[in-house]
């Protein structure tokens, strides 16, 4: 168990909706990153939040939008929702910012079918 | 454009044997270099690091190689255990560890 928490385990919803994806970090950790992994690629960086600020930008669509709030949990929010947004989507979480020796703890992933 | 791969998608290895975990990348930018397993429905775990100043870093069982000239790094696993059988993902950054670029994964199967 890394200590970072996601909410949905599952979800199912049909195009054109919307959801919104929940993790809760680490007790201590300040950065949280979310990754969407669709089936047999790697994990593809979306966005990073340091501390409630946006801290780095991956290939996040402008169809999704993410936010951390003062508690540190943060959510993922998908709009629009495609056929081709079906992934597992993980939370990452980190001490610092960035650096050397800033391990990211992964958790279990929310898996999103979009029927 | 993949800038981080992993060309074997599957590898078996007899259990007691070395395992060795291949990654190339394309982007000389990069300086941070980490190995993630991942067990069916958990999320990855942090295996091992290096940086790009370095060649070689040793974790117990698990080594990881750098050879920058090439943009190829290797995981090797010795000796190797059945509880090793997971996907491993080799992952690369800038600036020393934001916005990291993971590869596809490579299957491992450790049999008895």
């Known amino acids: 168990d890394s200590g970072v928490t996601q909410t949905p385990k599952h979800l199912i919803t049909a195009t054109g909706q919307r959801v919104t994806l929940r993790c809760s970090p680490r007790?201590?950790?300040?950065?949280v990153y979310w990754y969407q992994q669709s089936l047999d690629q790697g994990l593809q960086f979306l966005i990073q939040?340091?501390?409630?600020?946006?801290?780095a930008k991956g290939n996040i669509l402008e169809r999704f939008s993410a936010q951390q709030f003062p508690d540190l949990h943060s959510e993922l929010n998908l709009s629009s929702l495609e056929l081709g947004d079906s992934a597992l989507y993980f939370c990452?979480?980190?001490?610092?910012?960035?650096?050397?020796?800033?391990?990211?703890?992964f958790g279990p992933g929310t898996r999103l079918t979009v029927l | 454009d993949q800038q981080v791969k992993q060309n074997s998608p599957s590898l078996s290895v007899q259990e007691g044997r070395i395992s060795i975990l291949n990654c190339d990348y394309t982007?000389?930018?990069?300086?941070?270099f980490l190995w993630y397993k991942k067990y069916p429905a958990e999320g990855p775990t942090f295996l091992i690091s290096?940086?790009?100043?370095?060649d070689k870093n040793e974790d117990g069982r698990f080594t990881v190689f750098l050879n920058k000239s090439a943009k190829h790094l290797s995981l090797h696993i010795v000796p190797s255990q059945p509880g090793d059988s997971a996907v491993y993902f080799c992952?690369?950054?800038?600036?020393?560890?934001?916005?990291?670029?993971f590869g596809p994964g490579t299957r491992l199967s450790v049999l008895p």
């Open positions: 990452a979480s980190s001490v610092g910012a960035g650096g050397v020796d800033n391990e990211q703890f």
């Open positions: 007790s201590g950790d300040l950065s």
């Open positions: 939040y340091y501390n409630g600020e946006e801290r």
């Open positions: 982007n000389s930018m990069f300086d941070y």
């Open positions: 290096i940086s790009s100043i370095k």
């Open positions: 992952a690369a950054s800038r600036n020393y560890g934001q916005n990291f670029v």
